[in-house]
């Protein structure tokens, strides 16, 4: 709901404690009904019954949430070499309690089966739902590389189903945490500091769920209604609320989300600590059309009623946050590891026989030839060495080409396999490969057996010069954007330009996923008769944080070049911290929105890489949640022939922008024949004069009736050229 200082996480335990006592000790006991009478959650009033029963609750919730603050400050930082702290996977086993009175609530292993891969899917964001996201959202909607399993081993080491189902006398459970103790006709919890515990049982009063907060207790865990537990596919019994939205929702208390509202009451002062949901007035109910706004944000895109962590219907929900991933992330490094460390011991493989596409080599980003040499890494995910299998492959939705692997691979074991070759077309495609018959049978977890990736073939390579000005509607034109987690990327934006109405930006000062990278990647460019060639471009930055302060942090930008398809990079420009910044004060806590005169020209040599047939130039950003980031004006040009050199440096253009008269002075002798010339974007010559050059020369032009606009100035000599752009404003 707004960004988070580090004064806010430096808050001494007294303070953060008053402030959970000030947020919560008004809300009432009883949680209160929506007008069907369903209670959506009762976390709160669960929070009230463990602080009756333990008077230093608020102290050790606010240690925790002291811990979890600063975690996501070190989650958000980089390292100045440009190799950041990136997101972890976590994998977390769990026990599933199924706590029934009579056949109708005792939940079926299927049924518990299908509530897990709909959690599943909810928090690595391959929910079915997802595109329903409404795109303003999109960007910070995330993959929260948290999973969870089943476990395989109870705490004993004997093999389990990972469901446990007591029959009991009890007619209902409430939030007084019975439902967990076999003395009260609950069922007792397996270790909780090395499995998540989940109950469902007939809850009463309305009442669909309650989830805990760390710290890890003796309660630590989650409770949902029995009718809730079930998929979008295989749902429970309580519609609109048994698509296992509930257990999606609950869980998030687990890792120490707040509800979205912030638990205000509807006074828009509450805080769920999260910097990218919109400020929200209350729980909402049913499924609103967006955008929908309330009184605490009446306008623009309203609020966010399809986050897991508001009352929505299950089939409304669809999407975490970037910075929801961080608190969740933070809660598991900082207070929940040794149950996150378990599942490798008690989520063992479950089956003998589980081969599985593990990821994609190639194809993937820019491919410079219709002919593809596929290479995927083949993973044994069962317990029985593998020998054989069919690896299926194809592009788009081609049929399957299939290749026969024959091998050895040990439980846990991978393999990189190179498939035959393959032709497609120009253009963007997606490559999937799945595996099949290990070991001529059948694989017990087809879960894992498929994976794809997407990628480009560019067509023929383009002749320099190549010039960008972020003008083209069409983002990015010309470029392949690389965005690996779905989220914030490059974006054009006319919200701060160098010359032009726009430049494209990475907005890292709302994007909290620390360690993502970024890139645009040019399609190929034809070096192979160039002498010598440079790239410029423009760059706007400002820090988020003082670069003298003893722990700091900043983005950073890469410039590579690849001169071999993208197989490797060479990194001629590298720049972070104070050496990227364009403004002084070198940092501000606003977010940073340049003027004109607060960018700076980057000219970056590319003549070490030549000749290439088919140069790759990439932008490649690595995020650490400080502040926004700009480009624009990208030229790339070359020089051709043994005794030219490049003449950019010495051709100025001016004024710019211009009303209409346009002066472009070289500076520079003894250069021979000049030839200028005036194209619009359309590339259609506007005016022309030549000169041949012995001493510094001033070409005037009127460009007076010419409408506005982009125009760019080409300058080609015997000794070298040079393509400028002018930008007429009236």
Same mark, same amino acid.
């Given at each position: 709901?707004?960004?988070?200082?580090?004064?806010?996480?430096?808050?001494?335990?007294?303070?953060?404690?008053?402030?959970?006592?000030? /947020?919560?000790?008004?809300?009432?006991?009883?949680?209160?009904?929506?007008?069907?009478?369903?209670?959506?959650?009762?976390?709160?009033?669960?929070?009230?019954?463990?602080?009756?029963?333990?008077?230093?609750?608020?102290?050790?919730? /606010?240690?925790?949430?002291?811990?979890?603050?600063?975690?996501?400050?070190?989650?958000?930082?980089?390292?100045?070499?440009?190799?950041?702290?990136?997101? @972890?996977?976590?994998?977390?086993?769990?026990?599933?309690?199924?706590?029934?009175?009579?056949?109708?609530?005792?939940?079926?292993?299927?049924?518990?089966?299908?509530?897990?891969?709909?959690?599943?899917?909810?928090?690595?964001?391959?929910?079915?739902?997802?595109?329903?996201?409404?795109?303003?959202?999109? /960007?910070?909607?995330?993959?929260?590389?948290?999973?969870?399993?089943?476990? &395989?081993?109870?705490? +004993?080491?004997?093999?389990?189903?990972?469901?446990?189902?007591? +029959?009991?006398?009890?007619?209902?459970?409430?939030?007084?945490?019975?439902? *967990?103790?076999?003395?009260?006709?609950?069922?007792?919890?397996?270790?909780?500091?090395?499995?998540?515990?989940?109950?469902?049982?007939?809850?009463?009063?309305?009442?669909?769920?309650?989830?805990?907060?760390?710290?890890?207790?003796? +309660?630590?865990?989650?409770?949902?209604?029995?009718?809730?537990?079930?998929?979008?596919?295989?749902?429970?019994?309580?519609?609109?609320?048994?698509?296992?939205?509930?257990?999606?929702?609950?869980?998030?208390?687990?890792?120490?989300?707040?509800?979205?509202?912030?638990?205000?009451?509807?006074?828009?002062?509450?805080?769920?600590?999260?910097?990218?949901?919109?400020?929200?007035?209350? @729980?909402?109910?049913?499924? $609103?059309?967006?955008?929908?706004?309330?009184?605490? %944000?009446?306008?623009?895109?309203?609020?966010?009623?399809?986050?897991?962590?508001?009352?929505?219907?299950?089939?409304?929900?669809?999407?975490?946050?970037?910075?929801?991933?961080?608190?969740?992330?933070?809660?598991?490094?900082?207070?929940?590891?040794?149950?996150?460390?378990?599942?490798?011991?008690v989520c063992g493989p479950a089956a003998a026989l589980d081969a599985g596409?593990?990821?994609?080599?190639?194809?993937?980003?820019?491919?410079?030839?219709?002919?593809?040499?596929?290479?995927?890494?083949?993973?044994?995910?069962?317990? %029985?060495?593998?020998?054989?299998?069919?690896?299926?492959?194809?592009?788009? @939705?081609?049929?399957?080409?299939?290749?026969?692997? %024959?091998?050895?691979?040990?439980?846990?074991?991978?393999?990189?396999?190179?498939?035959?070759?393959?032709?497609?077309?120009?253009?963007?495609?997606?490559?999937?490969?799945?595996?099949?018959?290990?070991?001529?049978?059948?694989?017990?977890?087809?879960?894992?057996?498929?994976? &794809?990736?997407?990628?480009?073939?560019?067509?023929?390579?383009?002749?320099?010069?190549?010039?960008?000005?972020?003008?083209?509607?069409?983002?990015?034109?010309?470029?392949?954007?690389?965005?690996?987690? @779905?989220?914030?990327?490059?974006?054009? &934006?006319?919200?701060?330009?160098? %010359?032009?109405?726009?430049?494209?930006?990475?907005?890292?000062?709302?994007?909290?996923?620390?360690?993502?990278?970024?890139?645009?990647?040019?399609?190929?460019?034809?070096?192979?008769?160039?002498?010598?060639?440079?790239?410029?471009?423009?760059?706007? $930055?400002?820090?988020?944080?003082?670069?003298?302060? /003893?722990?700091?942090?900043?983005?950073?930008?890469?410039?590579?070049?690849? &001169?071999?398809?993208?197989?490797?990079?060479?990194?001629?420009?590298?720049?972070?911290?104070?050496?990227?910044?364009?403004?002084?004060?070198?940092? +501000?806590?606003?977010?940073?929105?340049?003027?004109?005169?607060?960018?700076?020209?980057?000219?970056?040599?590319?003549?070490?890489?030549?000749?290439?047939?088919?140069?790759?130039? *990439?932008?490649?950003?690595t995020n650490d949640y400080e502040n926004n980031m700009y480009v624009d004006?990208?030229?790339?040009?070359?020089?051709?022939?043994?005794?030219?050199?490049?003449?950019?440096?010495?051709?100025?253009?001016y004024p710019n922008p211009s009303s209409g008269a346009v002066a472009v002075?070289? =500076?520079?002798?003894?250069?021979?024949?000049?030839?200028?010339?005036?194209?619009?974007?359309?590339?259609?010559?506007?005016?022309?004069?030549?000169? =041949?050059?012995?001493?510094?020369?001033?070409?005037?032009?009127?460009?007076?009736?010419?409408?506005?606009?982009?125009?760019?100035?080409?300058?080609?000599?015997?000794?070298?050229?040079?393509?400028?752009?002018?930008?007429?404003?009236?």
């Open positions: 709901m707004k960004k988070i200082t580090f004064s806010v996480v430096l808050l001494g335990a007294g303070m953060v404690c008053s402030l959970f006592v000030n /947020a919560q000790s008004v809300l009432p006991i009883q949680a209160p009904a929506n007008a069907e009478g369903i209670i959506r959650c009762a976390q709160v009033q669960h929070d009230n019954y463990l602080r009756s029963q333990d008077p230093n609750f608020d102290a050790k919730r /606010a240690e925790v949430e002291k811990s979890i603050q600063e975690g996501v400050k070190k989650i958000i930082q980089s390292k100045k070499d440009g190799n950041p702290q990136t997101f @972890a996977q976590y994998t977390i086993p769990i026990v599933f309690h199924v706590v029934y009175n009579g056949a109708g609530q005792n939940v079926t292993d299927a049924k518990v089966q299908a509530a897990i891969l709909q959690l599943n899917q909810d928090w690595s964001r391959t929910n079915s739902d997802a595109g329903n996201t409404p795109a303003p959202f999109q /960007a910070v909607a995330v993959d929260m590389q948290i999973q969870f399993c089943l476990a &395989t081993k109870d705490p +004993s080491g004997n093999p389990t189903t990972g469901i446990v189902h007591k +029959s009991t006398t009890a007619t209902s459970f409430t939030t007084n945490d019975f439902i *967990k103790q076999s003395a009260n006709g609950g069922d007792d919890p397996w270790d909780v500091t090395k499995y998540l515990n989940i109950w469902c049982g007939n809850l009463g009063g309305g009442l669909l769920g309650y989830g805990q907060f760390p710290p890890i207790s003796s +309660s630590y865990g989650t409770v949902v209604h029995y009718c809730t537990v079930g998929s979008l596919t295989n749902p429970g019994t309580c519609p609109p609320f048994g698509y296992g939205r509930t257990l999606s929702h609950e869980i998030g208390h687990c890792f120490n989300l707040y509800h979205i509202w912030g638990d205000d009451g509807g006074a828009c002062t509450g805080d769920d600590l999260v910097a990218d949901t919109p400020n929200q007035a209350d @729980a909402t109910s049913g499924c $609103y059309s967006f955008p929908h706004t309330d009184g605490c %944000t009446p306008s623009g895109n309203g609020i966010m009623y399809m986050n897991y962590m508001d009352y929505s219907d299950d089939n409304c929900y669809n999407m975490f946050t970037a910075g929801q991933k961080a608190r969740c992330q933070s809660a598991i490094a900082n207070n929940l590891m040794s149950i996150a460390n378990n599942a490798v011991i596409i593990n990821s994609i080599v190639s194809p993937s980003g820019i491919a410079c030839s219709t002919t593809l040499t596929p290479k995927v890494i083949l993973q044994n995910y069962g317990a %029985t060495t593998l020998t054989s299998c069919t690896i299926n492959y194809k592009v788009d @939705a081609n049929p399957n080409t299939q290749f026969s692997w %024959t091998g050895s691979l040990a439980s846990a074991a991978s393999a990189t396999v190179t498939l035959p070759n393959m032709v497609t077309t120009a253009g963007t495609h997606t490559f999937t490969s799945s595996t099949s018959n290990p070991n001529a049978g059948t694989d017990g977890n087809p879960g894992n057996d498929q994976n &794809t990736s997407t990628f480009t073939v560019a067509g023929a390579a383009q002749n320099p010069p190549v010039v960008d000005g972020i003008e083209s509607a069409t983002f990015p034109a010309g470029w392949t954007l690389n965005n690996p987690d @779905a989220s914030a990327t490059w974006t054009r &934006t006319d919200s701060a330009k160098k %010359t032009g109405s726009y430049s494209m930006y990475m907005g890292n000062y709302w994007y909290s996923a620390s360690g993502q990278v970024d890139e645009l990647t040019s399609n190929p460019i034809s070096m192979q008769s160039a002498t010598s060639a440079q790239l410029t471009f423009q760059v706007a $930055y400002q820090l988020y944080t003082d670069p003298n302060a /003893a722990t700091n942090w900043s983005d950073t930008l890469k410039v590579q070049v690849s &001169t071999d398809c993208g197989a490797t990079w060479s990194t001629p420009y590298f720049k972070y911290s104070s050496n990227l910044t364009t403004v002084t004060p070198v940092f +501000s806590t606003a977010e940073f929105f340049p003027t004109t005169s607060q960018w700076r020209l980057e000219t970056v040599s590319l003549t070490p890489y030549l000749p290439a047939s088919t140069m790759l130039v *990439k932008f490649r950003h004006d990208i030229n790339i040009t070359s020089v051709v022939g043994i005794e030219e050199t490049d003449i950019n440096q010495y051709v100025s253009v002075y070289i =500076n520079a002798g003894d250069l021979g024949q000049a030839d200028v010339k005036i194209t619009n974007v359309l590339g259609e010559v506007i005016s022309q004069a030549s000169e =041949n050059l012995s001493v510094q020369q001033k070409f005037s032009f009127d460009l007076s009736h010419q409408p506005q606009g982009m125009y760019f100035i080409n300058v080609k000599t015997p000794a070298g050229s040079a393509v400028k752009k002018v930008m007429l404003s009236r």
